[in-house]
């Protein structure tokens, strides 16, 4: 959400403006909970939000089942 020049939302709306990458999934994976932040990207597009956990372990099995869901059990309409 708050990266340095550009900001997630930002990043968001440009990756949805544009037809190469409109139906591209975006998950936002940050450390903000506010419900102002969870609303604004998901009405911009974001298909999943997820509030990082704080510890390394619990965050590398969360990236372990993001990546299961989206990379093996979704399934997405090809960019043309």
Same mark, same amino acid.
């Given at each position: 959400?708050?990266?340095?020049?550009?900001?997630?939302?930002?990043?968001?709306?440009?990756?949805?403006?544009?037809?190469?990458?409109?139906?591209?999934?975006?998950?936002?994976? !940050?450390? /903000?909970?506010?419900?102002?932040?969870?609303?604004?990207?998901?009405?911009?597009? #974001?298909?999943?939000?997820?509030?990082?956990?704080? /510890?390394?372990?619990?965050? /590398?099995?969360?990236?372990? !089942?993001?990546?299961?869901?989206?990379?093996?059990?979704?399934? /997405?309409? #090809? #960019?043309?």
């Amino acid at each position: 959400m708050r990266m340095p020049h550009l900001g997630g939302i930002e990043v968001l709306k440009e990756l949805r403006r544009e037809p190469r990458t409109r139906y591209v999934p975006v998950v936002i994976l !940050t450390s /903000s909970q506010e419900e102002i932040d969870i609303k604004t990207c998901l009405d911009e597009g #974001a298909n999943s939000y997820i509030c990082k956990p704080q /510890s390394f372990e619990a965050f /590398s099995r969360e990236l372990q !089942t993001i990546q299961d869901y989206w990379l093996r059990l979704n399934r /997405s309409v #090809a #960019a043309k």
